[in-house]
Nanobody, 124 residues
Framework: QVQLVESGGGVVQAGGSLRLSCAASGRTISTYDVGWFRQAPGKEREFVAVISWSGAYKDYADSVKGRFSISRDNAKNTVSLQMNSLKPDDTAVYLC?????????????????WGQGTQVTVFS
């Protein structure tokens, strides 16, 4: 079983940056793709970014492309999300997830393991 814990959320002014981390315990996630999703109040959960197990493949939602960057350190069993040029529309709870079904990296329900989330609030 894998436990995921997100950290690094906070309150930031528009244009600022935050770095989120997803730390895994219980077993290694080095063989799993890992994704970040977000959910704002009253909205559905949406895909943000995903990184393959090796780090060779990365994918981003159009809304964050060029501003967010996903990376991983398999030796530390962690995945990070660097968020730059933040906008008020980025305000949400950010969740990391691991082990999606094949071909479903952008689909939340395909993931087997989820963290509890970390709140990101961006004010203008």
């Amino acid at each position: 079983q894998v436990q995921l814990v997100e950290s690094g959320g906070g309150v930031v002014q528009a244009g600022g940056s935050l770095r989120l981390s997803c730390a895994a315990s219980g077993r290694t996630i080095s063989t799993y793709d890992v994704g970040w999703f977000r959910q704002a109040p009253g909205k559905e959960r949406e895909f943000v970014a995903v990184i393959s197990w090796s780090g060779a493949y990365k994918d981003y939602a159009d809304s964050v492309k060029g501003r967010f960057s996903i990376s991983r350190d398999n030796a530390k069993n962690t995945v990070s999300l660097q968020m730059n040029s933040l906008k008020p529309d980025d305000t949400a709870v950010y969740l990391c997830a691991a082990d999606p079904a094949r071909g479903s990296r952008r689909t939340g329900i395909a993931y087997n393991y989820w963290g509890q989330g970390t709140q990101v609030t961006v004010f203008s």
